[in-house]
Nanobody, 126 residues
């Protein structure tokens, strides 16, 4: 069963950068598209980005386009989310989860993603 672990969150000033990592525990990420999600206090969880199994397809929510970049290293069994020009509105708990590429990968709805980790807190504040 896919199980993912997020890391790399922290407190950063507006305009700063963070790189989040999503690593698989005891299971290969190969075969899965990986989505990054976030949930801010009092708000619904939203998908921020999704990267296909090969990395050849990546999408982003409009609010992070041009600032966030997702990448994956299947050899290291890890997916990354590079976050630049961070804004207070980016404050949230960030999660990663997988969707089998065989069944559509990034096109699948959030409810079909699996392997959710505990999340990593990102706080953007001066």
């Amino acid at each position: 069963q896919l199980q993912l672990v997020e890391s790399g969150g922290g407190l950063v000033q507006p305009g700063g950068s963070l790189r989040l990592s999503c690593a698989a525990s005891g299971f290969t990420l190969d075969g899965y598209a990986i989505g990054w999600f976030r949930q801010a206090p009092g708000k619904e969880r939203e998908r921020v980005s999704c990267i296909s199994r090969s990395g050849s397809y990546i999408n982003y929510v409009d609010s992070v386009k041009g600032r966030f970049t997702s990448a994956r290293d299947n050899a290291k069994n890890t997916v990354y989310l590079q976050m630049n020009s961070l804004e207070p509105e980016d404050t949230a708990v960030y999660y990663c989860a997988g969707a089998p590429q065989l069944f559509g990968g990034c096109s699948r709805p959030e409810s079909e993603y699996i392997g959710w980790g505990q999340g990593t807190q990102v706080t953007v504040s001066s």
